[in-house]
């Protein structure tokens, strides 16, 4: 097992290489020019120049790369142009309010999805299962900032006649009035381990929306692919075998049903998991929650050539890093895959 998760990093590193080439090229052949967004109006021939040669971009490309990655090599990630702020440490800012979100639409995505298509599965054609597959379908076809603008409107903003449902935080992670402590910018768990537990409530609260939101796809894969794969696993022979011979029911569920049906469903929750990581735009702009996703948005906006080679460098690094849990967690549910 050591091996195998020695290989998979080492694996890692020409794949970052290649991605940090391909992500220098791609940003260098976007339009317009990073010192012209800085600048916005005032942006003369000799202020943009002076920006060029500040930060090199007037530098051929090959120099302006092999100087990246000498960068890097030293674990320099450079400074925004925008805010003049180190980029990891930018990012280590931010992170703690993406991973709250994206383990909210989890959670949520998990204890509604899987049991929906589990019993779904077991009542093929019946009114659970269409009410499953027609609620995955809206998941997917529904826009997330649509959902997201009619939760806000319903659960906390109120609408006339219903005003009674508006109990929920319109924006924000958490109360500023609460003065509450950060320790580790995950504010769910620094009111638990300070004990503020009205901090904690409060930051939950303001996650409910939001992550029911972000939720929604993941929540349709989820569902659908636990339907399927539970489907598939209740025609084997051993389940029928088990039957069989008297087992009960809920002994060939845990041991036969679930746990055979759990390998693409952790493949689908990698997957989505790596998704909601890599920042929700959209979800935290609506809400105004402060991650990576929205100020991505903003680093898009202003050609910051720093923040996105250095944001979508770690998003890759945890993409790799999600996707080897994923093999691991299949030795758990699977011995062959040990073995292998």
Known sequence: ???????????MVPVLIGLSVLLFAWLRALPGDPASALLGDKATPEAVARINAQYGFDQPLPVQYVKYVSQLIQGDFGNSPRTGQPVVGTFIERFPATIELSVAALLFALVVGIPLGYFAAKRAGGILDTIAVTNSLIGVVIPVFVLAYLLKVIFAIGIPGLEFLAILPTSGRQNVRLEATHITNLYVLDGLMTREFDAAWDAIKHLI????????????AVTRMTRASVLDVLGEDYVRTATAKGLAQGLINRRHVLKNAMLPIITTIGLQTGHLLSGAVLTEGVFAFNGIGSYLFEAISSLDYAVLQGFILFIAIIYALVNLLVDLLYGVFDPRMRAS
């Open 1 to 11: 097992m050591l091996r195998f998760v020695v290989r998979r990093l080492l694996l």
């Open 209 to 220: 929306l939001p992550g029911i939101a972000l939720g929604s796809i993941p929540l349709a």
